[in-house]
């Protein structure tokens, strides 16, 4: 067992894994919040209908719904170098790489974020807005105080659910040569010949920002409801 397994390796691994969990950490943190300015703009030309633009914006949903993560990766990687220097003679080669991987996670969080928000928008009920325009409130004021918060009660647990995923698709960015935590156990692995232990570390690290992220999502989800409590079978 100790020749395939050492709990000393997962001693002297860890601190040495860990140490790029922060790189993990900011290719989420930029992907998520950009992702998700972008999500509301794509939502919200989305629900407007607005010509040409929607037909655009039809096309490239279905390229990034329909295709991997990785391919995607991959092309904004060697194809957004080629259309910058063609269009506006923008040299990339000394860009760092975590650049085209930020690139490639923020269009897709603003995709399925996008879609996200869009059907919770499209949820609440257009009675709403209506009265809140009777009420003396301008569109602007009623899709903010009145749409927006109910359709953000209905986003959030897909949105939760997208930004755990997230964490988890950071696993590919190794695939062109960006050094997070699984680059690193990769590393180690072809230095060492073990790689049973480096990714077991990292499973169990994975698996506790699953934890933390379903807590503070599920403590959001039950503030939304405004202290409202299911009604119990039989009460009357």
Known sequence: MGEFFSWQRIITNFPILIAKLPVTFEIVAVAFSLGFILALLIATARIKKIPVLNQILTVFISFERGTPLLV???VVYYA???????????????????IFVDLALILNQGVFLGEIFRGAILSIPKGQREAALACGLSDFYAFVHVVLPQAARVALP??????IGLF??????FMIGVIDIIGRASALGATTGHN????LIIAFLFVMI?????AITTKIDKNLTYGAKPVKAGAA
Request: cysteine-free; charged content about 15%.
């Open 168 to 173: 988890q698709e950071t696993s590919l960015v």
């Open 210 to 214: 699953n934890f933390a992220l379903t």
């Open 72 to 74: 995607q990766m991959l």
């Open 80 to 98: 957004f170098p080629i259309l910058l220097y063609s269009l506006f003679g923008i040299d990339t080669r000394r860009w760092e790489k975590i």
């Open 158 to 163: 897909a949105t939760g659910l997208t930004l």
């Open 196 to 199: 049973l232990e480096s990714y």
